[in-house]
């Protein structure tokens, strides 16, 4: 069985079958009826002389601001506070025209140097999130535009939750796309057994959407952020100027972005960069049911003459459990891979924490102890990572923003000390249990606790979230001998951590001030 089907069975969601071809006279005659594309009956159509040219991607046509609804706002998983607490606001808008799907020009290989072509076309209407600063002076020029995830059935914004205290205290807008067919039409998992995609969640205000497919997402992808910086209709970002439009997924939603760069970006030229995150072995298929599937390889890599800046950021869990082993690469002019110690897939920051934290708090620095992030839906057999995932990712996307501006380059990380084969790899560990080499930050340089990305088992996804294993009362005593001596091996390691680009001062700050008041040592 291809690799990656027995690797990421777990985060994704297959997308189901759709309604057959139709022929090109058909598409005609339905499109001049229903031009926005409304109607979920309208037919995949079969490939035309008309589609993308190099560097020109469709705008679609926008509707919005969005309202009503059974609860007259988005729907999208992310943060629980209200954004206007941070002096941002949100906004919704439909996107509606025709996506193109792709197929390869010759086989795809482990390089990623991948040649594609527009394929078949057909109608599609989608939605995209909007959140930006309510004053624009505020505004950085930055927009991340997020890939959204659909592996528990519903559209939620992993990366949203990972940066965005990064995002709002530096003014940068973020724009979440419905790029996938699960989150709009249908889909169930797991973690939400009802789950049945937009339309289902609330149909009096998303009923008109429809999506096609997933070999259409990609272009899909493309459009919304042509939307973005040549709205056709009411700009979605209230005339903020653009100077870096950064692309960015994580997990399944990486698993598509590799596909995307290496084969996609070439001919869209749409993005000034991209923010891969979490990504496991080989890629998303440049194509699949209803039209003629196309695999990734086994091991896919991202393509060593990349247009624009992609930094890849990856937990421990990635590289093993998920397979991204066999697809590592060296750093080149325009691709950097961090690899982060004591992290997990997700972990207490993203799952819980996150969600509330409207940044400042120290509280969020600590080492916490759950087996339970959502209570009777996801219960784990011991606690899960609690680890710097999220602090060194809100580095990597400030470097990787800064290059993209023209800026120095990303520090290049230590790969994680990996010994083994391809096939059987695993962790060296020091003597406290956690991983060596890779980003390092107190977190595993002044431990409290062994943290992996590895060893859980329980319910639903626990698999991916990996464990936290508190060290003894004695070791930390031994380490620490009082709450002073723990304040200073913390500074010293998040100084590093600071001085080499892997950690954000503020964020460190924040680190530092949770050590002062924690009680830990003596």
Not at 235 to 251: H, Q, R
Not at 460 to 481: H, M, N, Q
Request: glycine share 10%.
């Amino acid at each position: 069985m291809h690799r990656s089907t027995l690797l990421l069975a777990s985060l994704l969601v297959a997308p189901l079958a759709l309604s057959a071809s139709a022929d090109a006279a058909s598409c005609r005659r339905l499109r001049d009826a229903d031009p926005a594309g409304a109607s979920a009956l309208l037919p995949v159509c079969p490939p035309t002389k008309v589609g993308l040219e190099r560097g020109r991607v469709a705008s679609p046509a926008i509707e919005g601001p969005i309202t009503g609804g059974a609860r007259n706002r988005p729907t999208v998983s992310g943060t629980a506070f209200p954004l206007s607490d941070v002096g941002y606001t949100v906004e919704e808008f439909f996107l509606s025209g025709t996506a193109s799907a792709f197929r390869p020009i010759r086989p795809l290989g482990s390089d990623g140097r991948w040649r594609a072509e527009p394929d078949a076309t057909a109608p599609y209407k989608t939605r995209i999130v909007v959140y930006r600063p309510s004053d624009p002076a505020r505004f950085s020029g930055t927009v991340v535009v997020e890939w959204l995830n659909v592996s528990g059935g519903l559209d939620a914004a992993p990366d949203w939750i990972t940066l965005h205290t990064e995002l709002t205290r530096s003014g940068a807008a973020w724009v979440g796309v419905s790029a996938q067919y699960v989150g709009i039409e249908a889909g169930s998992s797991p973690l939400t057994p009802l789950a049945g995609g937009l339309k289902a969640i609330d149909p009096a205000r998303y009923g008109t959407l429809s999506h096609p497919g997933d070999s259409f997402s990609y272009d899909i992808f493309s459009q919304a952020g042509a939307a973005l910086r040549t709205p056709s209709g009411p700009d979605p970002l209230g005339g903020l100027a653009i100077t870096k439009l950064i692309a960015a997924g994580e997990s399944q939603s990486a698993f598509r972005m590799v596909t995307y760069v290496n084969a996609v970006d070439p001919i869209a030229r749409v993005f000034d960069g991209f923010f891969v995150h979490s990504r496991g072995g080989s890629s998303a298929p440049l194509s699949q049911s209803p039209l003629a599937e196309v695999r990734a390889p086994d091991v896919v890599r991202i393509r060593s003459d990349v247009r624009v800046p992609v930094m890849t950021f990856q937990t421990e869990t990635d590289l093993i459990r998920l397979g991204a082993f066999p697809d590592r690469q060296p750093d080149a002019r325009n691709f950097r891979l961090w690899e982060s110690a004591g992290t997990a897939h997700a972990d207490t920051y993203t799952l819980s924490v996150g969600f509330a934290d409207v940044g400042g708090d120290p509280s969020v620095a600590a080492v916490r102890i759950t087996a339970s992030p959502i209570p009777g839906i996801i219960d784990c057999a011991s606690p899960i990572n609690s680890g710097p995932q999220h602090w060194i990712g809100k580095a990597a996307f400030r470097a990787l923003e800064q290059w993209v501006g023209g800026g120095p380059s990303p520090a290049r990380a230590p790969r994680l000390t990996i010994a083994g084969s391809s096939d059987d790899p695993h962790f060296v560990l020091d003597e406290h249990g956690n991983v060596t080499g890779g980003i390092r930050t107190s977190y595993v340089d002044a431990p409290v606790a062994t943290l992996s990305g590895l060893g859980q088992s329980g319910s639903s996804f626990c698999g991916i979230f990996g464990t936290t294993v508190p060290l003894d009362d004695a070791t930390i005593a031994a380490l620490y001998p009082s709450n002073a001596a723990y304040v200073a091996a913390v500074a010293r390691a998040n100084d590093r951590a600071v001085r080499q680009g892997f950690l954000l001062k503020p964020d460190a700050e924040l680190i530092l001030e949770y050590a002062r008041t924690s009680g830990i040592g003596g």
